[in-house]
């Protein structure tokens, strides 16, 4: 076990060692900026995460509320059913194992009626 584990500290030691000029460098950037940098063959790149950071808006709008909607645009936000439009979901939940069979919806057996004269079951 101990050979095992000198043997591979040993070819990690050595990976550095056979490093060359198309060696990826990975520089890590200031702690307040949070962003790193890769320089590959000379020419320094931004990570795409960085980038997509600094497109965002700043802190203060994000604590800012979305404006309020006005009745009409209140009821585009409301679901399909809500509105009384066709909804595929409903409409299969409504017509049971009879959809795309039947147009009537599939409902339970009529119950049989209890006659006054026998006892209960």
């Known amino acids: 076990m101990a050979r095992l584990f000198l043997t591979v500290l ?11 000029e198309h060696t ?5 950037a200031a702690p307040e900026k949070g962003c790193v940098e890769v320089e590959v063959n000379g020419k320094r790149e931004q990570s795409m995460s960085c ?7 700043p802190h ?8 309020t909607l006005s009745g009409a645009e209140s009821n585009l936000q409301r ?7 066709y909804n595929r979901a409903a409409l299969e939940h409504r017509m049971g194992n009879a959809f795309g069979k039947s147009v009537t919806p599939q409902r339970p ?8 004269l026998l006892p209960p079951r």
Do not use: F, I, Y
Not at 11 to 17: E, F, G, L
Not at 24 to 28: C, P
């Open 109 to 116: 057996p009529a119950p049989t009626p209890a006659s006054p």
């Open 79 to 85: 679901p399909s059913n809500q509105l009384g439009l």
């Open 24 to 28: 990826v460098v990975v520089q890590a």
């Open 51 to 57: 980038l997509s950071e600094k497109l965002l808006p």
């Open 60 to 67: 203060s709008a994000k604590s800012q509320r979305p404006p």
């Open 10 to 20: 040993l070819a990690c030691a050595t990976v550095p060692a056979q490093a060359d």
